[in-house]
């Protein structure tokens, strides 16, 4: 009897010195890299931030694969406070960074598979997705992975791009990136909303003379040609809000903003929309709809010029801010 208690004494004395010398480790490695570099426990998140590291059918620039550590790196570099809202949206929104999900860069049908998995088990959690990709072909994924919360008859997907991405198939698949927002609209019953579109291909603007969603496309020449005063008509924010259901989700392409702004994207078009114009709509959509989620895609790291992450980053935090910490102060 004394030897098995002198043997359970021994054995927690050596785990606790155990949990010590990882605890150090632990310090001595310094911080991980995670969002805004704080790791709040998934039990205690009202975000979680999912990195995909996926890019395969890319057509140009590759590297987006690399986007998610670029951004997550860069995110640590923010400040908490955001001086618009007045207040530190991390507070109010904490947020985990998961795992890098385990991407098949050989089986794009796969991956969206994956993606779809881990979405569907972060609403069962009740928390808010946050994807940063890779690829935009993801997008397809996380939306199917909604559908175990939300009705997707009812939700709407407000897409920030330079490209409409709604070829049938291209280079023989469904799930390429040039296809990504075609996949989108056949999962949704509600509107799919472009915006900042300058390039598109011939099939593509035939089928949305057809299909009827040319009225949903709000072209970044017109964006640009309605400014007053260098800012975006207020009647075009108007417009791209009312015609979003009430349940969104919101896919940012980061080639959306203009590449003097981002450099590092896989199709860098010029004649993109400033910084400005999309806090102007994001802002306005998150106050009038309900944001279940949404996801940063493309951005391709161009080292040593970091801008491209550090604006993806903020990009992100502005939107926690203006989707979900809007209604406390
Ligand atoms: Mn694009």
Same mark, same amino acid.
């Given at each position: 009897m004394l030897l098995f208690l002198y043997l359970l004494f021994f054995l927690s004395e050596f785990m606790?010195?155990?949990?010590?010398?990882?605890?150090?480790?632990?310090? @001595?490695? $310094?911080?991980?890299?995670?969002?805004?570099?704080?790791?709040?426990? *998934?039990?205690?998140?009202?975000?979680?931030?999912?990195?995909?590291?996926?890019?395969?059918?890319?057509?140009?620039?590759?590297g987006t694969r690399f986007g998610p550590n670029a951004i997550i790196e860069a995110s640590m570099q923010l400040e908490f406070y955001d001086i618009e809202l007045g207040k530190d949206v991390f507070e109010e929104i904490p947020v985990h960074t998961l795992d890098e999900l385990a991407v098949n860069k050989g089986d794009p049908a796969r991956t969206v598979h994956l993606v779809e998995s881990a979405v569907d088990k972060i609403v069962s959690l009740n928390k808010y997705p946050?994807? @940063?990709? $890779?690829?935009?072909?993801?997008? %397809?994924?996380?939306? =199917?992975?909604?559908?175990?919360?939300?009705?997707? =008859?009812?939700?709407?997907?407000?897409?920030?791009?330079?490209?409409?991405?709604?070829?049938?198939?291209?280079?023989?698949?469904?799930?390429?990136?040039?296809?990504?927002?075609?996949?989108?609209?056949?999962? *949704?019953?509600?509107s799919l909303v472009q915006v900042g579109i300058r390039s598109m291909c011939q099939e593509e603007a035939q089928y949305a003379k057809e299909s009827g969603q040319e009225?949903?496309?709000?072209?970044?020449?017109?964006?640009?040609?309605?400014?007053?005063?260098?800012?975006?008509?207020?009647?075009?924010?108007?417009k791209i809000v009312s015609s979003l259901g009430d349940l969104?989700?919101?896919?940012?392409?980061?080639?959306? @903003?203009? %590449?003097? *702004?981002?450099? $590092?994207?896989?199709?860098?078009?010029?004649?993109?929309?400033?910084?400005?114009?999309?806090?102007?709509?994001?802002h306005a959509v998150g106050e009038k709809k309900a944001v279940v989620g949404f996801d940063i895609v493309e951005v391709t790291p161009t080292p040593p010029l970091k801008v491209s992450e550090?604006?993806?980053?903020?990009?992100?935090?502005?939107m926690m801010g203006y989707f979900w910490a809007k209604n406390k102060k």
């Open positions: 606790s010195n155990h949990l010590e010398l990882e605890q150090d480790l632990e310090r @001595l490695s $310094g911080p991980k890299k995670v969002f805004m570099g704080i790791q709040i426990p *998934i039990k205690e998140a009202k975000a979680l931030l999912l990195p995909v590291p996926y890019d395969s059918t890319t057509s140009y620039g590759v946050i994807v @940063l990709g $890779g690829e935009h072909s993801i997008t %397809p994924g996380i939306i =199917s992975g909604l559908k175990s919360k939300y009705d997707l =008859s009812k939700l709407s997907v407000l897409q920030i791009d330079a490209h409409t991405d709604l070829r049938d198939s291209y280079e023989g698949t469904k799930n390429s990136h040039a296809s990504a927002m075609k996949r989108v609209k056949d999962l *949704i019953g509600g009225k949903n496309i709000h072209y970044a020449h017109k964006i640009y040609a309605n400014k007053k005063g260098g800012k975006i008509d207020p009647d075009d924010v108007k969104v989700f919101v896919t940012f392409d980061i080639d959306g @903003l203009d %590449p003097s *702004i981002v450099p $590092g994207t896989g199709t860098p078009e010029p004649g993109g929309l400033t910084w400005e114009d999309c806090m102007a709509i994001l550090f604006v993806a980053a903020k990009l992100a935090y502005k």
